[in-house]
């Protein structure tokens, strides 16, 4: 076992996957100089310019040239330096990536991989800061994962390579080097579409993914000891597919439900979440199905107590559960 | 040679579009005014948290 932060548990379980199958190549920008967030350091000295390829700034030129690779037997894992940028890409991604299998009724499958970080919380300002994953959360035939913690991120990024769909792998930025945990020397993966209960309580259930499962986390803590509620946290870890399964026995467990996310409120991933259990789990219900999300505004400030004001935080989410909790 | 900003710069030379001397004196400009502008931006107050919600769309009788 080894303390490792996001960032380099990411790093690792590419380096792995690399070493496991010569197939498996990285292509990006800066990807031979090690990424702009590191998570390549050393790829070309060990895998070549073959295996670690620098690629133009051209996302669309990124992706589409995976998908091709992918097609003749290379399974690529495509780097977009900023979530934001994958929207140059977003026709390759949805109109080929996602839907080659199908509409070649089953002959060609993408098992393509396109890592990006994503998020908000560094001051990043409108091009470094976005949430992406409800665009692509709505498209059938893509798998979409959000990951927040070390030991989880290796796990779902190893399970994603050995995908044989194409898999979105949002990263966030802000839990790269947020804090170490532990990871297993052996190799390990985790399913994709499988939530992880980080956290079980009786009277209500917090439904959450990305960074905001930390937040979540801190604001579980406070109101337990200022408050005296015991709250169950979910993270997600996927949200194409979603574990529903987890999500619905916990709300019919405790009859309330506070769903956060960090994307603007209108469209965002929540709200799928909110409908489900509306929909199928609505005679256990002891109160509204809530959401937590940022304002309808872009993340567009640089300045930290502006972002701070748009972005869910551990005051925040306290603040909802309790009034949720009152209710 | 590749960097398409310097590339530029000398097929603006090459072209006769302008010269280097004006070319220079464009950056300096230039530098003035981003300095300015940073200076300008460093020394401002904070802006209110509310602003946040300000001209995501066009306002009533706005610009």
């Given amino acids: 076992m080894a303390e490792k932060t996001m960032v380099e548990a990411i790093r690792d379980g590419m380096f792995e996957e690399m070493k496991r199958d010569e197939r498996v190549i990285l292509m990006g920008e800066d990807v031979g100089e090690g990424g702009v967030f590191r998570a390549s350091e050393g790829f070309l000295d060990e895998f070549g310019p073959e295996r670690c390829m620098d690629t133009p700034l051209a996302e669309s030129s990124i992706v589409g040239a995976a998908i091709g690779a992918s097609l003749n037997g290379v399974i690529p894992i495509a780097e977009i330096q900023f979530a934001d940028f994958s929207h140059p890409a977003f026709d390759q991604i949805v109109s080929e990536a996602a839907r080659i299998h199908y509409r070649s009724n089953g002959t060609w499958s993408a098992p393509i991989v396109v890592r990006t970080p994503y998020g908000a919380g560094i001051h990043g ?127 019919a467990k405790t009859g ?66 309790r009034d949720l909790a009152a209710y | 040679m590749k960097d398409p900003l310097i590339r530029f710069a000398a097929w603006i030379e090459e072209h006769g579009v302008a010269d280097r001397n004006e070319l220079n004196a464009l950056r300096e400009k230039i530098a003035i005014e981003v300095d300015e502008a940073s200076e300008y931006a460093e020394n401002a107050p904070m802006a209110e948290p509310e602003s946040v919600f300000r001209h995501v769309y066009v306002e009533e009788g706005g610009a």
């Fill in chain 1, 256 to 321: 309330k439900v506070l769903v956060v996310y960090e994307d603007n409120l209108t469209g965002g991933f929540g709200a799928e979440v909110a409908a489900t259990i509306a929909q199928e789990v609505f005679d256990h219900l002891d109160g509204p199905v809530t959401r937590l999300a940022s304002p309808d505004v872009p993340v567009a400030a640089f300045a930290g107590p502006l972002e701070e004001y748009i972005l869910p935080n551990p005051e925040k989410i306290a603040k909802a559960i």
């Fill in chain 1, 125 to 251: 300002g409108p091009y470094h800061s976005q949430s992406i994953e409800a665009y692509y959360a709505h498209v059938p035939g893509l798998k979409v994962v959000c990951v927040a913690t070390p030991y989880d991120a290796k796990g779902l990024l190893k399970a994603a390579i050995r995908d044989p769909n194409p898999v979105l792998f949002l990263e966030h930025k802000k839990a790269y080097r947020l804090y170490r945990e532990e990871i297993p020397d052996e190799d390990y993966t985790i399913p994709i579409g499988e939530a992880a209960v980080k956290r079980e309580g009786t009277e209500m259930t917090l439904v959450t993914y990305g960074l905001m499962v930390h937040h979540s986390m801190k604001a579980a803590e406070t109101v337990e000891a200022e408050d005296g509620l015991d709250i169950e946290v979910i993270d997600l870890r996927s949200v194409s597919p979603w574990d529903k399964e987890v999500v619905l026995a916990s709300v």
